[in-house]
């Protein structure tokens, strides 16, 4: 800080900057809100359930959930399903996530301005 206790003007730049990259990230988030959302782990399990919300560190809660997990190791193998409820999905674990929802709102998700 400089003497007089204001904030140089480079700084307040910078920050006017982050903030306006965070809402639109807060806000492309914000329509994935509450949508049926696949999410696949490193271990060959997959989670169906809403997605509910995502932290700084890319952890994903999902409400409602059901897991999906291969009951041999042949390829076409059957798939066990139990009811989870809400649960947590470390990012380090995640390998692929899918939403459900049209193609026109996956291309608007995909839309960079």
Request: proline share 4%; hydrophobic share 35%.
């Amino acid at each position: 800080m400089e003497p007089g206790g204001e904030k140089p003007l480079i700084e307040v730049e910078r920050c006017g900057v982050s903030e306006m990259g965070c809402s639109d990230t807060v806000n492309r988030v914000r329509k994935l809100l509450f949508r049926r959302m696949l999410v696949g782990i490193k271990d060959g399990r997959f989670f169906l359930g809403t997605f509910h919300c995502i932290d700084k560190q890319g952890n994903i809660i999902l409400q409602d959930t059901v897991e999906y997990r291969s009951i041999r190791c042949s390829s076409p193998s059957p798939m066990e399903q139990r009811c989870l409820g809400l649960i947590l999905i470390p990012s380090s674990s995640r390998t692929s996530c899918h939403i459900d929802c049209s193609i026109d709102e996956k291309l608007s998700l995909l839309k960079v301005n």
